[in-house]
């Protein structure tokens, strides 16, 4: 809740205003999990928010710590025995988390593990913030920027999503800056729009993956719905509107979409456009048969994008030994489960 929807909650319970600003101190910035650890908050009321109101936490069910880098992959389970994922980054500015927006997903990208068996649910902006909270618990840091990167495609959960950011970013609550933060789309065209009303100075990072709809419907079927035009185009007016560039993800698999031609025909649709494209080598999914570029191969798609002008980077690889990108815990485990 916001201040001022707990301002009204409280108020309806006969307590005073300013109560408000004290619970939501506790929870949005503490990241408290019992209402018996708000110390400045009376016996007597601390009993009533509990019968009226849960605080929905993320558990640790799993970790996995690499060895390489100290990036640490969390399996968290949700109060309904659901289970996401979220991972944390060291880098030189800090810690960095990327978070879940959904159980499961429903986009059915090709590569990815998140989409397999769909999506189960959306989260509320309380569990988005949980997994920052339980990271920052375990590990005793502070997460200082946050990538909405994990399981699930934030723009099907707008609302929620878009709650998260007004608390996650509430001086009195984590206080991570817009700046500090990124939201992935794989390239739902009205939330994009939508977002951009907002302009918000978040970093917005549309998953591409292919130069033309032949190869991008095959990999993304959402690409149907909304081909690469359309996307583009949104991308355009999003950037007009909030005067920020576009991060475009592209993974590199290997004879898919990643030879010369794929590159040229890239950097012809984005010429001119006010963006940046990080490179990234596909990660092995088992029940994916896709395979990454090798590194001659990367370089030379490099080294035709920036002769034409583009900007282009390779996403450092983090936690490799641990499967650190997104769905394959949570899947690794529910088969355990099942099979045990």
Known sequence: MTIEELEAVLCGLGEPKYRAGQVFDWIQRSGVTDYDQMTNIPK???????QKYDIFACTI?????SEYDNTV???FKLHDGSFIESVLMAYKYGYTLCVSTQVGCNMGCAFCASTLGGKERDLTAGEILGQIHAAQRDRGVRVSHVVLMGMGEPLDNFENVMRFLD??????GLNIGMRNISLSTCGIVPRMDELAQRKLQLTLSVSLHAPNDAIRSRLMPVNRRWPV???LDACRRYIRLTGRRISFEYAMIRGVNDSDDCARELAARLKGMLCHVNLIPV???RERQFVRSDRSRLERFIRILEQRGINVTVR???GSDINASCGQLRR???EEMEGG
């Open 44 to 50: 007597e009321l601390r009993l009533k928010l509990y």
């Open 61 to 65: 069910e799993k970790k996995l710590i």
């Open 73 to 75: 992959k969390y399996l």
């Open 167 to 172: 608390l996650v970013a509430s001086p009195r």
């Open 229 to 231: 035009d359309a996307v």
């Open 283 to 285: 990660n092995a999914v």
């Open 316 to 318: 450092r690889s983090l």
């Open 332 to 334: 690794s485990h529910r």
